[in-house]
């Protein structure tokens, strides 16, 4: 089970996306507007949320209400992840 800091770390990253088409496209900006400010402290405590968020068998799409599926969201989380890095 998903502790509540990690389930809203990964909120922060989901909840810009919940009306794109294609939440890939928009990983840019997402990492752009989360890690403006003490981007580089932040980097790892997100990238360990995404993490164990991945390895979990909890439904990651049920964490905001949105339409895209599990596998788009799981999809595009790994992206933010790749791309923390």
């Given at each position: 089970?998903?502790?509540?800091?990690?389930?809203?770390?990964?909120?922060?990253?989901?909840?810009?996306?919940?009306?794109?088409?294609?939440?890939?496209?928009?990983?840019?900006?997402?990492?752009?507007?989360?890690?403006?400010?003490?981007?580089?402290?932040?980097?790892?405590e997100y990238?360990?949320?995404?993490?164990?968020?991945?390895?979990?068998s909890e439904?990651?799409?049920?964490?905001?209400?949105?339409?895209?599926?599990?596998?788009?969201?799981?999809?595009?989380?790994?992206?933010?992840?790749?791309?923390?890095?």
């Open positions: 089970m998903l502790d509540n800091l990690t389930k809203g770390r990964l909120r922060v990253l989901i909840y810009p996306i919940q009306f794109n088409a294609n939440p890939i496209d928009n990983v840019d900006w997402v990492l752009a507007m989360t890690f403006r400010e003490d981007g580089e402290g932040k980097r790892g990238l360990a949320a995404i993490r164990t968020g991945l390895e979990s439904s990651l799409a049920a964490l905001i209400p949105q339409d895209h599926s599990e596998a788009v969201i799981r999809d595009y989380l790994g992206e933010v992840a790749r791309r923390i890095l």
